[in-house]
């Protein structure tokens, strides 16, 4: 098993990853990392600063989605006394506080055109323009980039300088998704598990095979971190010993179906009658067959023999649900 710190694998692809983050932390270039929403690029981003020369240093995270477009200028560069009317003093932007850190600046592609040629010479030269101020400043800030958009889509459609890019993606750090990472699925989520259990001081869930299943079959739309909301939020929930596959939310469960069994029936809170379930299915396949006894029995999964086992087992009850139509072609086999 590969491992960085906090991050897990056992698929061989991601471990590759990981050796190259283990590489890559110890230069001093940008690096864009791309990969769908929820894959772990703001962790990636910590090993990369983490295992870098700057580690002593700040270490500042920036979602560029998350602030308006008007307020990040001063953010990132700060602004000087009488830039603003309630400004006193010189207030002191991401790029100074961070000297000789990391700065990791997320959904990247969210960026204004402006500040992407602003940011670009940051890069560049290290320079940049306090709001307000004709004195350039400089800084020693490595950047991080991270975007779960398509950067070549976004500089065709005019909204991503193409120069930028190229500065950003010195290194490109490509993230899996966790369908992807098949191997990991149980990995990570026992893992979350006892983290969650220790974290809120509860006695770890165990864990039935059949959960296991149905979440390695699962999508993960929201990849890692949807598997780690999972974890906690059944530690917290749920109070029995052991987690099986009723207790965990039904959307996890649909795909599972070719995996753990010809199809699932969730067993209702208060139980249920199953000569009555059987009873249906059968009057359902005998219905649907038309007098067809093979395809009756194929619907089923059964054989000709334990077909006709079944519908003597039932006899009058049987032909009482069964339709005028269906109980002509059947009876025969009843009485």
Same mark, same amino acid.
Request: aromatic fraction near 8%; include cysteine; glycine fraction near 4%.
């Given at each position: 098993?590969?491992?960085?710190? =906090? ?261 209702? =809170? ?7 379930? =059987? ?44 339709? =005028? ?11």
């Amino acid at each position: 098993m590969a491992t960085i710190k =906090e991050i897990f694998t056992k698929d061989a692809k991601f471990a590759q990853i990981l050796r190259q983050v283990k590489i890559i932390a110890t230069t001093d270039a940008s690096v864009l990392i791309t990969g769908e929403t929820g894959t772990g690029k703001e962790s990636i981003a910590e090993m990369l600063f983490k295992q870098s020369q700057r580690a002593g240093h700040t270490f500042t995270l920036l979602n560029c989605a998350a602030i308006s477009p008007e307020l990040l200028e001063p953010i990132l560069f700060g602004y000087v006394k009488g830039a603003y009317t309630d400004a006193l003093d010189d207030t002191q932007g991401i790029i100074e506080a961070t000297h000789k850190g990391t700065l990791f600046l997320d959904e990247i592609n969210s960026l204004p055109l402006a500040m992407q040629a602003k940011l670009l010479r940051v890069i560049e030269t290290g320079e940049y323009l306090p709001v307000g101020s004709v004195t350039q400043r400089k800084a020693d800030v490595r950047i991080i980039a991270a975007t779960n958009a398509s950067i070549p889509l976004a500089i065709e459609q005019g909204e991503f300088r193409a120069d930028l890019y190229f500065r950003l993606s010195v290194f490109t750090i490509d993230l899996p998704p966790l369908r992807e990472r098949h191997a990991d699925i149980r990995l990570l989520f026992t893992h979350y598990l006892n983290f969650f259990a220790s974290k809120y001081n509860v006695r770890c869930l165990d864990v039935k095979e059949e959960v296991l299943l149905a979440l390695e079959s699962y999508p993960w739309p929201g990849n890692i971190r949807e598997l780690r909301n999972l974890a906690e939020n059944l530690t917290i929930f749920h109070r029995k010993r052991t987690l099986s596959l009723p207790h965990i939310p039904s959307r996890y469960k649909k795909y599972q179906i070719n995996t753990i069994a010809p199809l699932y029936f969730e067993l209702p =809170e208060f139980g249920c009658d199953l000569l009555k379930v =059987e009873l249906s299915l059968l009057c359902q396949a005998l219905e649907n067959a038309e007098g067809n006894i093979n395809r009756a029995a194929n619907l089923l999964g059964l054989t000709r023999h334990t077909l006709y086992y079944r519908i003597k087992k039932f006899g009058q009850n049987l032909l009482v649900v069964l339709s =005028e139509k269906s109980r002509l072609q059947y009876q025969h086999l009843i009485v």
